[in-house]
Nanobody, 126 residues
């Protein structure tokens, strides 16, 4: 059984950095691309960032590009989302997800992912 556990969510002031780890078990983590999504209050979920299985390629939503960094440690079965220059509009529940192997569609779409974590709340105050 695949389990993803996000942590690190908090109430932070704008600009302040925050790092979200996501630990994955029950799957050969190093063989899968990984992604982060978020759902702001009262809004649809949206893509945040993705990283290839070996960390060689990364993808970002325009809204976070230059402020957020996705990375992974395959030895620890963990993917990270480093969030800098936080804004109140970054307030959301953040989810990590395991991508389907061999999926040829866009990593920006939820359909690319087969397993999801339970989410962690990030609240950014102005």
């Amino acid at each position: 059984q695949v389990q993803l556990v996000e942590s690190g969510g908090a109430l932070v002031q704008a600009v302040g950095p925050l790092r979200l780890p996501c630990a994955v078990s029950g799957r050969t983590f190093s063989m899968h691309n990984m992604g982060w999504f978020r759902q702001p209050p009262g809004k649809e979920g949206e893509f945040v960032a993705a990283i290839s299985w070996n960390g060689g390629s990364t993808y970002y939503a325009d809204s976070v590009k230059g402020r957020f960094t996705i990375s992974r440690d395959n030895a620890k079965n963990t993917v990270y989302l480093q969030m800098d220059s936080l804004k109140p509009e970054d307030t959301a529940v953040y989810y990590c997800a395991v991508a389907r192997r061999g999926y040829t569609g866009s990593v920006y779409q939820t359909g690319a992912y087969s397993y999801w974590g339970q989410g962690t709340q990030v609240t950014v105050s102005s």
